[in-house]
């Protein structure tokens, strides 16, 4: 069957029919795959999937005023004209998944590449996003679609003569990503690093990598794995990636074994100079991002490529054009009476290695006349019942960072409120929206502000405060 009636066509009412085991009329082509009518563009099939709280066929005539091309639904909705086109399916949720798992199975020569870690794999993906965009066509998840309903909507999304799919495969418990894997089918698995996250559903980071170690499950015969040398969790995901079938695991770090390892690097305010030994030679190249786990991460960027066979040299020299994704590490210059102040957003998400991570960033940033580096920080959720201490011990990384002041909004960060001595406390919240008022009035021309926090604290808040520029 031919899958591609036109080169911008991704789905026809017959091939969506065909995998999702529905009934599709009239006849229809859809270019694109959508289950969100905020961000469906114009050709996309819309999926109206039902949850606990929302029902996407209560939004499937919005889909249409919008442009789109067809909807796939288990019921007609009875607002709509009697010859809309529609995919007909008894569960829109399996059709999703069974979309997603034909668009896997129709790629025809490209390489799909997982990545997974408890800090560091959206940056990652965006970077392996960009650097094989430059040598093929290149699809990748999009944000953070990496659940079981954001995987088989890339999947879905998946052109068949890719070159390279990057899908990013998250998880909060045990099991998830076994089901992930065995939907993508990677051809390289690449696990960034493993790092105290969820831990309220883990007694360790030992168990943290086991779960992490699930991106194995369903990789294709003579997969390669892709794993950090640096990290006392090596052992055991390189055991379970042998477990898994997979002969071939690159590594890398700074450990002198690492099949790619850092020779040396410089960092600046604006991202870093590295020199690299890797198995096709020394590279070196410029990270366009800031930060010391930017300089591994673009380690484990090259490592991903060499395993599916890309061009590594040429991959170093396209991380010169890597910029942070939105909410994890933005930048923005924002004016103010008598100056202007900096804002790096690093709203997004949070875990005490991403925190720390981001202090060091904001520790190399040069400051204006008079300016201090301040953080606004929600609290970090899903620690279990060590978080109180996980909140407290981010005192010393402020004290290291050279960090002048410490906003900060949560019931754990209060923990961190109580050990930080007093000259560096800003102000304390219960939310992010009490902060982002006190923040709007307390930052002057010439600082550098780092706001941060687990999405569920919507740290954003105070990010969209700082940004209108008032004061």
Same mark, same amino acid.
């Given at each position: 069957?031919?899958?591609?009636?036109?080169?911008n066509?991704?789905w026809?009412?017959s091939d969506a029919?065909?995998? *999702?085991?529905g009934?599709?009329?009239?006849?229809w082509k859809a270019?694109?795959?959508s289950?969100?009518?905020?961000?469906?563009?114009?050709?996309?099939?819309?999926?109206?999937?039902q949850?606990?709280?929302?029902?996407?066929?209560?939004?499937?005539?919005?889909?249409f005023?919008k442009g789109?091309?067809?909807? *796939?639904v288990?019921?007609?909705p009875?607002v709509?004209?009697?010859?809309a086109?529609?995919?007909?399916?008894e569960?829109t949720?399996?059709a999703?998944e069974?979309?997603?798992?034909?668009?896997r199975?129709?790629l025809?020569?490209?390489?799909?590449i997982a990545?997974t870690?408890?800090?560091?794999?959206?940056?990652v993906?965006?970077?392996l996003?960009?650097?094989?965009g430059?040598?093929?066509?290149?699809s990748?998840?999009v944000?953070?679609?990496?659940?079981?309903w954001?995987l088989?909507l890339?999947?879905?999304?998946?052109?068949?003569?890719?070159?390279?799919a990057?899908?990013e495969?998250?998880m909060?418990h045990?099991?998830?990503l076994?089901?992930?894997?065995?939907m993508g089918r990677p051809?390289?698995?690449?696990?960034?690093?493993?790092?105290?996250?969820?831990?309220?559903?883990f007694?360790?980071?030992?168990?943290?990598?086991?779960?992490?170690a699930?991106?194995?499950?369903g990789?294709?015969?003579?997969?390669?794995?892709?794993?950090n040398?640096?990290?006392?969790?090596?052992?055991r995901?390189h055991?379970a990636?042998?477990?898994a079938?997979?002969?071939?695991?690159?590594?890398f770090g700074m450990?002198v074994?690492?099949?790619?390892?850092?020779i040396?690097y410089e960092?600046?305010?604006?991202?870093?100079l590295?020199?690299a030994?890797?198995?096709?030679?020394?590279?070196?190249?410029?990270?366009?991002?800031p930060?010391?786990?930017w300089?591994?991460?673009?380690?484990?960027v090259?490592?991903a490529?060499?395993?599916?066979?890309g061009?590594?040299a040429r991959?170093g020299?396209?991380?010169?054009d890597?910029?942070p994704?939105?909410g994890r590490?933005?930048?923005f210059?924002?004016?103010?009476?008598?100056?202007?102040?900096?804002l790096?957003?690093?709203?997004?998400n949070a875990?005490?290695?991403a925190?720390?991570?981001?202090?060091a960033v904001?520790a190399?940033?040069?400051v204006g006349?008079?300016?201090?580096r301040i953080?606004?920080?929600?609290?970090?959720?899903e620690?279990?019942?060590n978080s109180?201490s996980?909140h407290?011990d981010?005192?010393?990384?402020?004290?290291?960072?050279?960090?002048d002041? *410490?906003?900060?909004?949560?019931?754990d960060?209060?923990h961190?409120?109580?050990?930080?001595?007093?000259?560096?406390r800003g102000h304390?919240a219960?939310?992010s929206?009490?902060l982002?008022?006190?923040m709007?009035?307390a930052?002057?021309?010439?600082?550098?502000?780092?706001?941060?926090?687990?999405?569920?604290?919507k740290?954003?808040?105070?990010?969209?405060a700082?940004k209108?520029?008032?004061g």
């Amino acid at each position: 069957m031919n899958m591609i009636k036109t080169a911008n066509t991704l789905w026809t009412a017959s091939d969506a029919a065909h995998a *999702a085991g529905g009934d599709a009329h009239p006849d229809w082509k859809a270019t694109g795959v959508s289950i969100n009518t905020r961000t469906l563009q114009p050709g996309d099939l819309f999926i109206a999937l039902q949850g606990p709280n929302v029902d996407g066929h209560d939004y499937v005539a919005d889909a249409f005023e919008k442009g789109a091309a067809a909807a *796939a639904v288990h019921h007609r909705p009875p607002v709509l004209d009697p010859d809309a086109p529609l995919l007909v399916v008894e569960d829109t949720m399996k059709a999703l998944e069974d979309l997603g798992m034909e668009g896997r199975k129709r790629l025809d020569q490209g390489k799909v590449i997982a990545v997974t870690g408890s800090v560091g794999k959206t940056g990652v993906k965006e970077a392996l996003k960009l650097v094989l965009g430059d040598q093929g066509k290149t699809s990748a998840s999009v944000g953070s679609l990496n659940n079981h309903w954001g995987l088989p909507l890339s999947l879905a999304r998946l052109p068949a003569d890719a070159d390279y799919a990057v899908l990013e495969m998250g998880m909060n418990h045990p099991g998830e990503l076994t089901q992930l894997s065995r939907m993508g089918r990677p051809h390289v698995c690449v696990i960034t690093t493993i790092a105290p996250a969820h831990t309220e559903f883990f007694k360790d980071t030992f168990e943290i990598a086991d779960a992490k170690a699930e991106i194995f499950a369903g990789a294709e015969p003579g997969a390669i794995a892709v794993l950090n040398l640096d990290i006392p969790e090596f052992v055991r995901l390189h055991a379970a990636a042998q477990n898994a079938g997979m002969e071939t695991v690159v590594t890398f770090g700074m450990d002198v074994y690492a099949d790619f390892r850092v020779i040396a690097y410089e960092l600046d305010g604006n991202g870093s100079l590295v020199t690299a030994a890797t198995p096709v030679g020394t590279v070196t190249y410029r990270v366009g991002s800031p930060g010391l786990h930017w300089v591994l991460n673009s380690l484990c960027v090259l490592a991903a490529v060499y395993a599916a066979g890309g061009d590594v040299a040429r991959a170093g020299e396209s991380l010169a054009d890597l910029s942070p994704p939105s909410g994890r590490g933005e930048r923005f210059e924002i004016a103010r009476d008598g100056g202007a102040f900096q804002l790096i957003d690093e709203s997004y998400n949070a875990s005490p290695a991403a925190m720390r991570a981001a202090m060091a960033v904001l520790a190399a940033q040069p400051v204006g006349a008079g300016g201090r580096r301040i953080v606004a920080l929600g609290d970090m959720l899903e620690m279990g019942e060590n978080s109180p201490s996980m909140h407290a011990d981010l005192a010393e990384a402020i004290d290291a960072n050279g960090i002048d002041l *410490a906003f900060l909004a949560g019931t754990d960060m209060k923990h961190l409120w109580d050990a930080l001595a007093k000259s560096k406390r800003g102000h304390f919240a219960s939310d992010s929206e009490a902060l982002a008022e006190v923040m709007q009035g307390a930052v002057r021309p010439g600082d550098v502000v780092m706001v941060k926090g687990s999405a569920g604290m919507k740290m954003g808040r105070v990010v969209d405060a700082l940004k209108q520029g008032k004061g």
